[in-house]
């Protein structure tokens, strides 16, 4: 830099009067600082603040994470590093702790549990040197056969958005930035990067945005990702009515917006809509950006709103405080083995909690006596502890079934183990000769295809073993969404197993059990009276097979209840008719020309995608429309029993404060979820039948114990939203209903004659 603009920039700072001499660096240019921003980002040039909202490319990142921001020099700007994700840390460079997928998340119905998982993410990101998680993902499940289900918590806005709050709330105690994506409407991969989600005003604000709302409003994201899809026609990452009005305007959000990496077409409009970040980065939308600037098609206003929250999130960044601390090395470097017992403890309590139990035929828990167990399945043997993609964690560990029993001090069948050790090493050492060939045998890429183990190893293990305990895998993830066939449906060799296991078994009186391990709800219906118990255990986490163990022996009785419903038929749900279903991957269609891939887009519908069903998603539409299902909204077994008294409910004009005592009943300690549901009047649009108004979940209750569970239900709550006109909650009668489960209710309570409210669509209670 020439001498001369040196003294410009020092002159124009002293002009400020802002910069102290102190601020001013090495290199002559006033150092960025908590008092400064503005006038740092005025003595910037046009390229450094360019350069602000565009990242340091696919491999910028110095510890391995997803993506980084760039590093200013001149003016003391740090690198951000920004990684993934909802399930724990991913970094290239290091292991780290893999926690429950989010699904199980929800289904702990626990914001403490939530919290306490954010925290120990927070933690281990300051230890790492990342400054955001890219998490919570916090998608809806509006079909299950979407690949990512397991990033995202619940078919419902409410669960979803308070489950959100609490994990965001938990990662930036510490100062860590949490990031919520991806915003809106990311809820299949088939096509994801191109596809058109065609919905209605009513349909997008009650149901996909939300949830967003909810966490923006409760706990101050400090960033938020915009999502891959268009709504409407045009990408998230380039709507401003989307990332502006509704997000800024509305709900007063003050923190940064960053792109899906890669996501988006137009730079330019991404800048202009709201979309502050560009990930990870590329030279082309720099380029792009600087061309409209100049042109004049981008003002520069624009440009420094956007790095001006750049550097708000920086002076707010693990990095900033760092370097402002001098010589402190990036991250703490502080992992010693208790904090690593810390966050393991955490994993496996989450992942107990979070399991749901769907039928129990006195088979569990295990009694005293039991202690040989033959485990049959594949994923006995190895955990599927998470989802592949962005969501994917590398920890140095992961404890399968097998693992946990025995630790927990149960036998588990030596020769079924060795059996399936052989197998699984087979496949695998397969795989790697020939991978090509070999793919057809790796069910979501690699957990190998369900075997048989024989009429004769069954029979032995009939008599040589107590119980049974059968694990069903299932490896998704990104890219692609899953398929009906082989992975919704259970295929011919898991029905087979499950078939004359139990029928082995439970001829000569011994109990067997089916685990699901999976991301995604499978098909139950058809097959689940066949054992004796079905646990659903999600995609755990490094700790699964011991949290297993907890809940097999009875350590921990289960207290996770279902954050979705599992359809009858996947055909009863009205999201079914619009959902793309040949599962083609992403990838796929980004390998075919142009005009074979127009042709398999339109051939396979999956161009754009018509939310026809509206606001009827999940129980919302089973409930309403008097569908039967295999399992319901919020259901869960217990070991234990809950009783319900008449609750008190009191009718204030902001909310509504239910309070109602639980009695455990039953003979062991267990947590009751106790859940509210509200149907409102005919009012000004279609109601669903009920819906989630709020919930509570009681502490451990030892038999006999009782608790009051407080549920406070804002006015707000009640509101549907009507286009034109905003939040609208209709004066009449309502109904109110507390029970265990949307199925369930223990107590109904009437609440005549609630006042009309009209609310702007940003709007809160005044
Ligand atoms: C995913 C995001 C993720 C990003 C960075 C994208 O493919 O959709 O969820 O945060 O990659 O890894």
Redo the contacts with the bound molecule.
């Keep these: 830099m020439g001498m001369k603009k040196i003294t410009i920039l020092i002159l124009t700072g002293l002009f400020w009067g802002a910069c102290s001499p102190e601020a001013i660096g090495q290199y002559g240019t006033i150092q960025l600082n908590q008092t400064n921003a503005e006038q740092v980002l005025e003595a910037m040039t046009l390229k450094e603040k360019v350069s602000l909202l565009t990242g340091e490319g696919l491999i910028g990142s110095s510890i391995g994470a ?2 980084a921001t760039k590093k200013l020099s001149r003016q003391g700007i740090p690198s951000l590093e920004l990684s ?2 909802p399930a724990g840390l ?1 970094l290239r460079s290091t292991s780290t702790t893999w926690y429950p997928s989010a699904s199980l998340l929800a289904s702990t119905w626990d914001t403490s549990l939530i919290s306490a998982v954010g925290k120990a993410m927070g933690a281990e990101a300051l230890a790492h040197g990342a400054d955001v998680i ?1 998490g919570p ?1 916090m998608n809806i499940h509006r079909h299950p056969l979407c690949g990512r289900n397991y990033e995202y918590f619940s078919e419902d806005p409410l669960l979803t958005g308070i489950a959100a709050s609490a994990m965001v709330r938990g990662i930036q105690e510490n100062g860590t930035a949490a990031c919520l ?2 915003f809106a409407a990311n809820n299949q991969e088939t096509n994801r990067d191109n596809n058109n989600v065609i919905a209605d005003e009513r349909t997008l604000r009650e149901i996909y945005l939300r949830g967003f709302e909810i966490a923006v409003k409760e706990s101050a994201p400090k960033t938020i ?1 915009s999502s ?1 899809n268009r709504i409407n026609g045009t990408y998230t990452s380039e709507d401003s009515l989307l990332l502006t009005t509704i997000l800024r305007d509305q709900w007063d959000f003050q923190g940064l917006v960053m792109s ?2 890669f996501g988006g077409r137009n730079a330019p409009a991404q800048i202009r809509a709201g979309n502050d970040l560009l ?1 990870p980065g590329r030279n082309w939308q720099r380029r792009a950006i600087l061309k409209a600037v100049r042109k004049g098609e981008l003002a520069e206003e624009t440009i420094n709103t956007a790095a001006g929250r750049v550097l708000r999130l920086v002076l707010d960044s693990h990095a900033y405080r760092k370097q402002a601390q001098k010589d402190s090395p990036s991250g703490t470097g502080i992992q010693d083995s208790a904090c690593q017992a810390g966050y393991r403890a955490i994993a496996r309590d989450a992942a107990a909690e979070g399991m749901v139990l769907l039928e129990n035929r006195n088979a569990l828990p295990f009694n005293d006596s039991i202690r040989r167990i033959a485990l049959f399945g594949v994923s006995s043997y190895r955990l599927v502890a998470g989802g592949f ?3 994917e964690v590398y920890a140095d560990h992961t404890v399968s079934p097998a693992e946990g029993l025995q630790e927990a001090g149960y036998l588990p069948d030596p020769q079924l183990r060795e059996r399936y050790q052989s197998y699984t090493d087979s496949v695998n050492r397969a795989y790697k000769r020939k991978w090509k060939t070999i793919t057809q045998r790796i069910t979501g890429q690699g957990l190998p295809t369900e075997t048989d183990p024989g009429a004769e190893a069954i029979a032995r293990s009939a008599v040589e073993n107590q119980v049974a305990i059968i694990t069903i895998g299932r490896r998704t993830g ?1 890219f692609t969404d899953r398929t009906i066939e082989g992975d919704y449906l259970l295929s011919e060799e898991e029905k087979a197993l499950i078939g004359n296991v139990c029928k082995a078994f439970q001829a000569v009186g011994k109990p067997v059990v089916v685990v699901l391990n999976v991301g995604g709800i499978v098909e139950t219906a058809s097959w689940s009276g066949l054992p004796d118990a079905l646990l659903l255990a999600w995609m755990p986490g490094q700790e699964g097979g011991r949290a297993l163990a907890d809940i097999v022996s009875g350590k921990k009785t289960p207290c996770g209840r279902l954050p979705v419903t599992i359809p009858a038929y996947l055909e009863d749900l009205a999201s079914h008719k619009n959902f793309p279903l040949e599962g083609v991957p992403v990838k796929w269609l980004s390998m075919m020309g142009k005009k074979e891939k127009k042709t398999a887009a339109e051939r396979l519908n999956i161009d754009y995608t018509r939310y026809e069903e509206g606001i009827f998603v999940g129980y919302r539409d089973v409930d309403s429309h008097r569908k039967e299902v295999a399992y319901h909204f919020g259901y869960g077994l217990s070991y234990t029993s809950f009783l319900y008294a008449k609750p008190d409910v009191r009718v204030e004009p902001e909310r509504i404060v239910v309070q109602c005592v639980i009695t455990n009943t039953g003979e062991k300690n267990g947590r009751e979820v106790v859940q509210a549901y509200v149907s409102a009047p005919e009012g000004m649009g279609d109601k669903p039948y009920q819906e989630l108004k709020g919930f509570a979940k009681t502490p451990l209750l030892g038999p006999g114990e009782s608790c009051m569970a407080e549920i406070i239900i804002p006015m707000e709550r009640l509101a549907s939203y009507v286009p034109g006109t905003g939040w609208v909650v209709d004066a009449g009668d309502y109904t109110l209903r507390i029970g265990s489960s949307s199925r369930n209710m223990q107590q109904e309570i009437r609440l005549p004659g609630i006042p009309g409210l009209i609310l702007p669509p940003g709007g809160r209670l005044p």
């Design positions: 997803a993506g993934d994700g991913r890219l993902a994506k991806h990702m891959y899906d990496w990930e993609g962005s969501g990104e």
